[in-house]
């Protein structure tokens, strides 16, 4: 009597398990940034607006949108790629700014 015993093949991770470990990261910043805005928020909103804390909560909204479409991009198969040139992001880059949407070359030329 012989059993047969199926054995799953090696596969190549998919684009969003190879990016799990930032999918966590930028939960955790996203996270971090929502709380720390509504600190600013309620700074700003004493009886004498604080515009530093309202510039704060602004600076901290817009990386919020950033570390959105990063996870947009992760979701879509697309992190780690330059949105302007489509040139390979290095994971030294990502793992310093998880949320780059571009390379250092055109990030540098968008200023």
């Keep these: ?20 470990s930032f999918r966590v990261l930028l939960d955790d910043q996203r996270a ?3 709380r ?4 600013a928020l309620a700074e700003a ?3 004498m607006p604080d515009p530093v804390a309202l ?3 602004a600076r901290l909204l817009l990386t919020i949108d950033e570390i959105d479409a ?3 991009r992760i979701a879509d198969g ?6 302007q040139c489509g040139v390979e992001i290095p994971l030294e880059r990502l793992e310093f700014r998880p949320f780059a949407a571009g390379c250092v070359a ?6």
């Design 1 to 20: 009597m012989s059993m047969t015993v199926n054995v799953p093949a090696a596969t190549a991770p998919t684009p969003a398990t190879k990016w799990d």
């Design 36 to 39: 720390q805005r509504e600190v």
């Design 70 to 72: 990063a996870l947009d």
């Design 78 to 83: 697309t992190y780690g790629m330059c949105t």
């Design 32 to 34: 971090d940034c929502v």
């Design 106 to 111: 055109c990030q540098a030329s968008a200023r």
């Design 45 to 47: 909103a004493t009886s």
């Design 55 to 57: 510039s704060r909560a």
